[in-house]
């Protein structure tokens, strides 16, 4: 009897630790649960924070390249513009420089042809030393071939020569004349009574041309 109450009583206590495992094991095992759940949960929130902020940043970098493209896009057009720019102006320049070498060319011609105009202009002013030449009109041309002296008459004409006053002292006086405009050798000649070779042979001409405001003697030396 006494066997059979000690196997009771071990039974009872057997039973006893049984339970008390099974109820920790189960206490384990939803502490387990929890953490693993609560762990998922973390690491979810980790992943979807992670995810959030490579996402963003994947959107940021496309924004930006965007941007870059954009940018890179603006000025491939503008450096395009700069040298369509650049091919106008340059077309444009070998244009004008065109346009001033012929500029140049006629420029020359025009002033070859000015020359030309002034040297013909200048010449047919001035005209040369021989239309200048006057000659001293002959007696025929005068209309003096008819007139006739006389002895008697040349007799009269030297007493009035011996009957003029001494002129020794005026003569050694110098006269001038001033030629004026429109005035000739031969015309200045015949005004003072003298000959055109006289006036030329005093003043030391080479030739009939005078000029206006020019000083001759008009009397002997």
């Not at 040298?83 to 070498?101: C, I, V």
């Not at 002013?125 to 025929?140: G, Q, R, V, Y």
Request: aromatic fraction near 6%.
């Amino acid at each position: 009897m006494y066997h059979e109450g000690g196997k009771a009583s071990m039974k009872h206590t057997m039973d006893g630790k049984g339970t008390s495992l099974g109820a920790v094991s189960s206490n384990a095992l939803l502490t387990l649960g929890i953490v693993l759940l609560l762990s998922g949960f973390f690491l979810g929130c980790v992943s979807t924070e992670k995810y959030e902020a490579e996402k963003a940043r994947a959107l940021n970098f496309q924004r930006l390249l965007a941007q870059e493209e954009k940018r890179t896009g603006e000025l491939n057009a503008k450096y395009q513009e700069v040298q369509r720019k650049a091919a106008e102006l340059e077309a444009r320049n070998r244009d004008l420089a065109t346009e001033l070498e012929a500029l140049r060319e006629q420029l020359a011609r025009t002033e070859e042809e000015l020359n030309r105009l002034r040297e013909r202009s200048t010449a047919a002013a001035s005209p040369s030393e021989k239309d200048l030449t006057l000659a001293e009109p002959s007696i025929s041309e005068l209309g003096l071939e008819d007139i006739g002296f006389s002895d008697e008459e040349f007799k009269d004409l030297g007493a009035d020569l011996s009957l003029e006053p001494d002129t020794t002292t005026a003569a050694n006086q110098a006269t001038y004349h001033t030629v004026a405009k429109g005035e000739t050798l031969y015309r200045i000649a015949r005004q003072y009574g003298i000959t055109v070779e006289d006036l030329k042979n005093w003043n030391n001409l080479t030739s009939n041309l005078i000029k206006v405001g020019q000083k001759l003697r008009v009397s002997p030396p």
